[in-house]
């Protein structure tokens, strides 16, 4: 019976570091999902700045061509010097290029930005689904070892 008695103390010793093993391995984890969430969530701080700079930006653009528009006189007889109107549309076409190529880049962040949160949502999605795998087999090992007591115990109390 004592040798019974060390094999059970070695055996209980065994299963409370495999599971300190995993709860420290599971906090692990956390951390990093926790460090990767916050750097995402510093992003999307900043895009929202981003996004009301140039939506500023953009409606202030909207407004001055529609107003360049709005100046320039379509009725009979109308007289415009060729010089300002070309002036004004050049003007016009450097703002929408400004534009665009700001718009080109917010869109490759928010491209770079979107693979990085899908790649993420992954990993979390397969993150949850081993955990609960781990839990059913972490049940059925101690079922196993609960079963396994039961018998050496039976064979012991046997063989006396």
Same mark, same amino acid.
């Given at each position: ?5 060390v094999?059970?103390? *070695? ?36 895009? @929202?700045a981003?996004?009301t ?10 407004? @001055? ?11 009979g007889? @109308? ?7 070309? *002036? ?5 076409v450097?703002?929408?290029?400004a ?12 491209q ?13 999605? *397969?993150?949850?689904?081993?955990? *609960? ?6 049940g059925?090992?101690? @079922? ?17």
């Open positions: 019976t004592m040798l019974y008695s094999w059970d103390a *070695n055996s209980s010793l065994c299963d409370s570091m495999v599971m300190k093993r995993s709860y420290v391995q599971r906090l692990r984890q956390e951390v990093k999902l926790g460090v990767v969430l916050k750097e995402q969530m510093d992003y999307l701080t900043h895009w @929202a981003l996004e700079e140039h939506s500023t930006s953009l409606s202030s653009a909207i407004e @001055a061509l529609r107003a360049s528009t709005l100046r320039l006189p379509v009725t007889g @109308a007289k415009a010097d060729v010089f300002t109107v070309k *002036n004004a549309v050049s003007s016009a450097d703002i929408m290029q534009m665009g190529s700001s718009v080109c880049y917010l869109l490759s962040k928010l770079a930005t979107h693979s990085l949160v899908t790649e993420l949502s992954a990993v979390a999605a *397969n993150e949850s689904s081993m955990l *609960n795998e781990y839990r059913e087999l972490l059925t090992a101690a @079922a196993l070892q609960v079963l396994e007591s039961s018998l050496r115990t039976q064979l012991i109390q046997e063989t006396e």
